[in-house]
């Protein structure tokens, strides 16, 4: 198969990659780029642990080839923390116990970010809809969901 | 593998109706790309459609909405215009998987796909939408209705993509609804759904229905004779149990692990009654 040489934007520095035409988006940034915050949990689009936003929207990174991502902006959970600082969101997961295992976590703080951009006050049922694709076997989702509210109540209140 | 992102419609068509191999049109890749996994399809050529200018755009036409190919369904449900005047399309496109699939699936992908429990089609088919087709031959306009032609297959012939979906203009007091039925809350394939499209006179009678079913037959059934039932009534309790009844009559479906022909059947004619009477109180009907 033939390389396609990529050239796109992944949280906000310019990149450029190879890719077999058959690969996914997120095996590309695992393992051309060594961006392994996405994780593969399913490669079916069920899980929501590869997830990333591509052009402002949440998407399963499993579920777009590396090739669609010419002339894409991409952010990734790399992207998330300022430096040293933490997100709140990511602040507030490791306050609240939100994780165990840890592998869901980059893909719902991808994902609870892109809510809480489009929705800066969302109920519990809107956060667990939202959140409805990202699946995590240790939590129970409970925490998740009081650690994704903590940090909207401070994103709210800076 | 090849994969080409083809700048025109009659690029894509081209390329498609060239390679003599197996071949996959890639909108938002929600199905494609799990074909692609699970070893289902070796495609020789992937023709991404994603950069064919328009194709990803809502644009007002006639008092409708033509929806490019590629607009993905959370798009739609931003779309404040679409979603006013075809709400039971957007509820049904809307349905489907989660936040991140709704970031990339497409009507049209769903409707290609063929599979007859599409949460989008039923509610397109109700709504008397307009396929719009490119193909080696030059371009046709196809009621979504006929492209469905079982699991998996549609009437499309080769080197055809469709490019958009025109959504026709309404009247005043006329609307939509769908339902479906999933033994979970979310993220589930329909095991039985229903679509009604209704316009009704001043006096709050319907006077024009249009009952489609899914997942009950190898495609979508649009239920005639349930719809007719409609026609000048105020869907009193008697005539929507005459209605569920015959769409129960143009059930066909399979038994499977997620639901036997008799809960299907039963199910489709419930979901038609009620998303009757939310397509009519959508439409400013009153009881």
């Not at chain 1, 998407?59 to 990734?76: D, F, K, N, Q, R």
């Not at chain 1, 970010?113 to 240790?138: F, H």
Request: with cysteine; proline share 5%.
């Amino acid at each position: 198969m033939k390389s396609i040489p990529v050239s796109t934007t992944i949280n906000g520095d310019p990149y450029e990659f190879l890719c077999a035409p058959d690969e996914t988006l997120l095996d590309a940034l695992r393992n051309r780029l060594g961006l392994t915050g996405a994780k593969e949990g399913c490669g079916t689009g069920d899980c929501g642990a590869c997830s990333v936003t591509l052009n402002g929207r949440l998407v399963c990174s499993c579920l777009v080839l590396g090739a669609e991502a010419e002339g894409a902006e991409i952010a990734t959970i790399e992207g998330m923390a300022d430096g040293d600082e933490l997100h709140p969101l990511q602040r507030h997961f490791i306050d609240h116990a939100a994780l165990q295992c840890g592998i869901c976590t980059p893909g719902i703080l991808v994902a609870a970010k892109s809510l809480l951009e489009k929705n800066p006050d969302p109920t519990d049922e809107e956060v667990r809809y939202w959140l409805a694709g990202n699946l995590c076997r240790c939590t129970g989702y409970d925490k998740i969901i009081r650690a994704v509210q903590a940090a909207a109540a401070e994103m709210r209140g800076a | 593998m090849r994969y080409v992102a083809a700048r025109t419609a009659k690029e894509a068509a081209g390329l498609l109706a060239a390679e003599p191999g197996v071949t996959r049109v890639l909108a938002g890749g929600t199905d494609v790309l799990v074909q692609l996994k699970s070893g289902l399809v070796e495609p020789e050529l992937i023709v991404d459609i994603k950069k064919i200018p328009g194709i990803g755009d809502i644009t007002a036409e006639n008092g409708g909405f033509r929806i490019g190919a590629a607009v993905p369904n959370a798009a739609l449900g931003e779309h404040a215009g679409v979603v006013a005047l075809w709400p039971g399309v957007v509820e049904g496109a809307n349905l489907i998987g989660s936040t991140q699939v709704q970031g990339r699936c497409t009507m049209a992908g769903n409707l290609c796909n063929g599979s007859p429990a599409g949460d989008a089609v039923p509610g397109l088919v109700a709504a008397n939408a307009v396929a719009r087709i490119a193909g080696p031959g030059g371009e046709r306009d196809c009621p979504v209705a006929d492209v469905p032609a079982g699991p998996g297959k549609t009437t499309l012939k080769t080197g055809e993509i469709v490019t958009s979906i025109f959504l026709p203009a309404r009247p005043d007091r006329a609307s939509d609804a769908y339902l479906r039925f999933i033994p979970r809350t979310e993220m589930d394939i329909a095991v039985a759904s229903a679509a009604v499209s209704l316009e009704l006179a001043a006096d709050g009678t319907v006077k024009a229905a249009r009952i489609v079913l899914g997942a009950v037959a190898p495609t979508v059934v649009v239920a005639d004779e349930a719809g007719k039932l409609l026609v000048g009534t105020k869907l009193d309790d008697a005539t929507l149990a005459r209605m569920a009844k015959a769409c129960e009559a143009v059930c066909k479906p399979i038994d499977d692990k997620r639901g036997t022909v008799a809960f299907r059947t039963r199910t489709a004619g419930t979901l038609a009654r009620r998303a009757a009477l939310i397509a009519y109180a959508r439409a400013g009907g009153k009881k």
